[in-house]
Structures are given as C-alpha cells and as structure tokens.
C-alpha cells in the first residue's frame, strides 16, 4: 500500500504512481503521447494538438507540405 495515496495499486494523482504508457511519440516535442492527450497524425507522424496550436502558420502548411509563393506582375506590370 501507497504510503502517499493509501491504495494499492496508486490512484494515478498520486505522486508515486507509474508514468502512463506512451501510446505515440510527438514529433515536435519528443514527450510521449499518453492516453487521454489529444493529438493529431500528420504524414505518419504524431503531434500534441497543444503542439500544433503553438507553431506559426509558416510552419504548419510546411508542415502538410503546402508552399507559399510571391506574387509578381507579367510583362510591364500596369
């Protein structure tokens, strides 16, 4: 029996409880993706929403490999 949370197994809030079990890796951060985070696969690849949400708009359409380009006038232009 925990001497913290007084159960046995942990309660899992309990300081002495066992990291949960990683069910993907998130390719922005590198920690672990455990049950109950929310996430997205992109390309094959795994990322924290939380991840995603904090990357610039540049990045996330490099990201799904969507290029931006520059605009430019043909010919004399006016």
Do not use: Q
């Amino acid at each position: 029996m925990c001497s913290v949370c007084l159960r046995s197994p942990c309660d899992p809030r309990c300081p002495n409880a066992p990291e949960p079990p990683t069910v993907h890796t998130c390719k922005d951060c590198g920690e672990g993706i455990v049950p109950g985070d929310e996430f997205a696969e992109i390309g094959g690849e795994y990322y924290h929403i939380e991840c995603l949400e904090n990357m610039t708009t540049r990045e996330l359409l490099a990201l799904l490999d969507v290029y931006t380009d520059t605009a430019e006038m043909e010919g004399d232009g006016w």
